[in-house]
Structures are given as C-alpha cells and as structure tokens.
C-alpha cells in the first residue's frame, strides 16, 4: 500500500516538549521530509546469508538534528545494509530499523553479535576479530542500525539533554527513520522496528509518537516491563530461577529440559505460588512451610531462607546464595556466568558477571589471518577498524559503545509502562504485528515478566509471536540460538503472501 510520510511530522517535533522533554526546534513542512546529511559513506560488499550469495551496498549517514534553538544539536549516525540483487521493487522489500537499549548503549550488540553482515569475535580482551556473519537476514530484508546521540558515532554538537529523555530519544530516533525512508525512496516499503532492552521502551513510544510511520511489525528482545508491584515482581521472577538452578544442577531436573522446567514455574507461579503471596499473615503455619519446601525445590535455596522471608525471594539474594557454597554468585544478565563473591568490586553495570556473557562452547573457532578476517592492531578497536577499513567512514572519534554520562542523565518522565500505548496502535490498526523474545536465563528482563507485561497490556494474541531462547539477556548468543532467531525474524517480516 501507498505509505506517505506525512508533513505532520513537523507537528510531532513541536511537541518534543511532552513530559518535560527540552523541544526540538520546529521546521517547516517543506523541510520535514529529509534531515540532512553531514559525514557519509557508501561501500559495495558481497557475502553469504542463510545459504545465499548476497551483493549489498553498506551506507553509513550521519543525519543532522535540530537542536532546541533550531540550530544542529546532534548527528546522529546510522549503518545500513541495502540488498541491490533481489530483483525486488524497493517498495516491495522489507526493511527492518534496529536498536539496543541502554540507555546509553550502542546497537553493537545487534550489529556485531546478531544481525549485522559481520560479527565481532572476542576470544580474550587482546585478540578481537570481524569475521563474515552466516545468519544475517540480510538475504530477505535490509537493515538499518540505528546509534541514539550519544552512542556509537552519534554525538551531540553541545548539550545532548534535549534527546537524553524518554520522549525526546524516541522523537529523534523516529524523526530519523523517516528521513531515511524519504531518502532512499521507501516509503512504499514494508517496514519493521526492532528494540532490545530499553530499547523496546523505545519502540513502543516511536509507535505512540509517530503512527505516520505506519510499522508493518515490532520486533521486542528481551523486554523491560512495567506496572507490576513487588508481589506480582516475585511471581513473574520464579520461572526464571527455576530455569537457573536447573542449569546449575541445583533443582532436581528428572531428565526434564529447561523449556519444561521453566513451563511448570510458570504454572505454579500463577496459581498456588501467587495465591499464597496474596494470603500474606493469613496462610496458616503448615502451607507455608510446604510453600517454602516447594519453592526450595524449584531454586536450590534453603526452605528455611525462603520461608523467613515470607516466601519472597528476591533477585540479590538470589544470585549470590545459590552457589555460595562454592564461593561463587551468578550473573543477572545472563544467570549461566558466575563471579566470585570475594571478586573486587566494580562499577555497574561491570560488576554483572552476565554482561556481554558468551559460554566457552558458543565461541566459533577463529583462525586468522584469513581473507575474511579482520583483526585489530594494538589497542584500537575492531569496531573503528571496521568502519574506518571496510565501510570507509571517516569518524570524528571513537565509537562509543556504552555512555554511562548518558545512562546518568537520562530523564525517565515517570510516565509508566509503554506497552498498553503499543497495544492500542495495534488494536487501532489490525495489520500491526508484534515479534517478542525472550532468554530463560535473563534475571533482569524476566521472560515470564515481559509475558506478563504483554497480556495485562492487552496485546492481541493472535498477532504475538512469542519466541524463548536458552540464552540471557542477549537471546541470539550461541550460533544455534543465532540460527533459529535469524529465521524467526526472516519469517516475520516476510511480506505475507
């Protein structure tokens, strides 16, 4: 169908100011259709998807915003990867938007760990590589990774405020997927938008702000829920530790894999579990101390603990008593990487053992050198190697994978849990589908709790696919979750038949 950007998009920009955000200058609408352009680059490329030899062209643009007085206030940088050998109308071909979370986080971790045709390879903190990347579906569907002002390349020219806040990031981010479908003529394209962690606050708020975008699908790893209380916090953690203290052979497994494992928490979270929490002082002495032998069970914790907390277990206490007898704590990322308890501190998010978690058997064996291979010398980055060598753009620094100034600054606007908004655009416009997924062992964003989150929003079942990993937080670590995601998403945004 005829997608058109819409001039009112110079009407959204007037309102960056919701909830407090610092507005962007208004433009007119003859100036709205596409942001100009400061540093570039375009490159010709070939390689091998999911079993198909690909030509592509890889674009890297910086696109100018305007600041608060109307002057540029930041550039912000996108990486795109366009097929030109499909033999496809342009308005035919899909084409997915994608960006981590933070906030204050980069999409390197799509980019170079999932989706990008090129992966980064860390086998030790010294030997670092980009190698060809087998599952990218770039083969069915063009990518475009999108760095937020004050990741990546992406900078402020002074105070980045205005675009460090809930509606002020989503506005930018949104105002730049336009201009690039007005740019490359697709606006006729079928078009998805996918977040990852925070970034899927961001999704669901690009949706609410910009409907002109008219999304085909919204693509949501490893949701960050909200609206829950701290009883209904405790139910929807449950299934995740189960899942956890099966992998650490601390629950009895009875030859049940982990997927059974986590659906029977799941049951019994939501009934007998929950019931209990919500009886409080009233459950007599006998059913909680049943309770507590239960859960005990299911945890690999001392019915004793869990019962003089009143049958809540919190994620702390958690991660650092199910293996404190082997002097270790687990990861809350990724609650398969452990850390010694006697480690010395370290600053968040760097005291997570789970951060940027690989197991050693999901680490591909690299031989390099080799022509397709590219290794960093000395203590430069692959990634400013990569971009600087293979893409040809000339980066006005070093590209910035994780701002913690930014995380610090961030204006949250107190405006509750964006996924009710995502639920109405759906039920308002009957084409919009939603893809979400989940890892069994991510403590953080809870696969039962982002579950949970998408029903009591109200989305519309028949239009979820849901997807679960054995995984953390990154559900495409490990080539064989990498291979199955890569064709769950190649068949999400396949145009429908």
């Known amino acids: ?115 990008g045709p090129k992966r980064r390879v860390e086998l030790d903190e010294d030997e670092q590589y980009i190698v060809d990347n087998p599952f990218s579906p770039l083969n069915d569907v063009d990518l475009v990774f999108i760095d937020p002002v004050g990741t990546g390349y992406s900078q402020p020219v002074e105070d980045g405020q205005a675009f460090w806040s809930r509606t002020g990031d989503a506005r930018s981010v949104a105002r730049v997927i336009g201009s690039w479908l007005e740019r490359h003529g697709r606006t006729e394209s079928p078009r998805y938008l996918l977040g990852q962690s925070y970034g899927t606050i961001r999704a669901a708020e690009i949706v609410r702000l910009a409907p002109e975008l008219e999304f085909d699908g919204v693509l949501l790893f490893a949701l960050v829920g909200g609206g829950r209380d701290e009883l209904i916090g405790h139910v929807t953690d449950l299934p995740s530790m189960a899942a956890t203290a ?127 291979c590219l290794q960093a010398p000395g203590e430069e980055s692959i990634v400013d190697v990569y971009y600087q060598d293979v893409l040809g753009y000339d980066a006005p620094g070093d590209y910035n994978a994780l701002n913690l100034e930014v995380n610090a600054a961030w204006d949250y606007e107190d405006r509750g849990d964006p996924i009710p908004a995502l639920a109405e655009a759906m039920h308002a416009r009957p084409d919009l589908r939603l893809f979400w997924a989940a890892g069994y062992f991510d403590l953080a964003t809870t696969a039962y709790g982002g579950r949970f989150t998408l029903d009591q929003a109200g989305i519309p079942a028949d239009r979820l696919t849901a997807a679960y990993f054995k995984s953390g937080h990154s559900v495409f670590v490990g080539e064989d979750n990498l291979e199955a995601l890569s064709e769950a998403v190649r068949d999400f945004t396949a145009p429908s038949e």
Not at 17 to 29: H, I, K, V, Y
Not at 274 to 292: D, H, I, N, Q, S
Request: charged fraction near 25%; hydrophobic fraction near 40%; include cysteine.
């Open 1 to 115: 169908m005829t997608r058109p950007l819409h001039a009112c998009l110079a009407a959204a920009m007037a309102s960056f100011a919701l909830g407090g955000a610092p507005a962007l200058a208004q433009e007119s609408a003859q100036d709205q259709d596409t942001l100009e352009i400061g540093r570039s680059a375009q490159t010709a490329h070939s390689g091998a998807f999911n079993g198909e030899e690909v030509r592509y062209d890889a674009l890297v643009e910086e696109s100018l915003l305007p600041g608060p007085d109307g002057a540029p206030g930041a550039g912000l940088v996108t990486t795109s990867y366009v097929r030109t050998d499909s033999g496809e109308p342009a308005g035919e071909r899909p084409v997915l938007f994608l960006f981590n979370g933070g906030p204050g986080a980069s999409t390197t971790p799509l980019h170079f760990g999932a989706f």
């Open 246 to 372: 099966w992998y650490h052979e601390r629950a009895g497994r009875d030859g049940r894999p982990v997927e059974d494992v986590y659906a029977d928490a799941v049951e019994f979270a939501r009934t007998d579990y929950v019931t209990a929490l919500m009886l409080g002082g009233a459950l007599p002495e006998a059913r909680r101390e049943a309770m507590a032998e239960r859960l005990s069970a299911m945890t690999g914790l001392e019915a004793d603990a869990i019962a003089a907390q009143n049958l809540r277990i919190s994620k702390r206490d958690f991660m650092f008593t199910l293996l404190e007898d082997e002097g270790l704590r687990t990861g809350r990322l990724d609650t398969r990487a452990t850390a010694r308890l006697d480690a010395p501190a370290q600053r968040p998010p760097y005291d997570d053992p789970g951060l940027s978690y690989v197991p050693a058997a999901d680490i591909p064996d690299i031989a390099c050198p080799a022509p397709d």
